[in-house]
């Protein structure tokens, strides 16, 4: 079985936009692997700052990344499908 998101992350350096850290009391957000990084529909993000809200202080942070095109594709294999 497989499912493929496709949409939009803020790129920097090779790490994506996403949370950092997130304990049910407080989440932050920054840099960190692709693989973690947040995936947002295009449709509603035109500019890397549409991923977060006015007055944000991630804003100049965001401003030097990059918004690009992604694809992620999740594969889990159950049982005789494993190798």
Not at 34 to 55: K, M, P, R, S, W
Request: charged share 25%; with cysteine; aromatic share 8%.
């Amino acid at each position: 079985m497989a499912k493929i998101v496709k949409g939009v992350m803020a790129v920097k350096d090779g790490k994506g936009w996403g949370v950092t850290y997130k304990d049910g009391h407080s989440t932050a957000y920054g840099w960190t692997d692709l693989e973690h990084a947040g995936i947002h529909e295009q449709e509603f993000c035109n500019d890397v700052t549409d991923l977060t809200y006015e007055g944000s202080p991630y804003i100049d942070e965001l401003k030097r990344g990059k918004l690009v095109h992604v694809t992620k594709t999740t594969t889990v294999l159950v049982g005789d499908d494993v190798s």
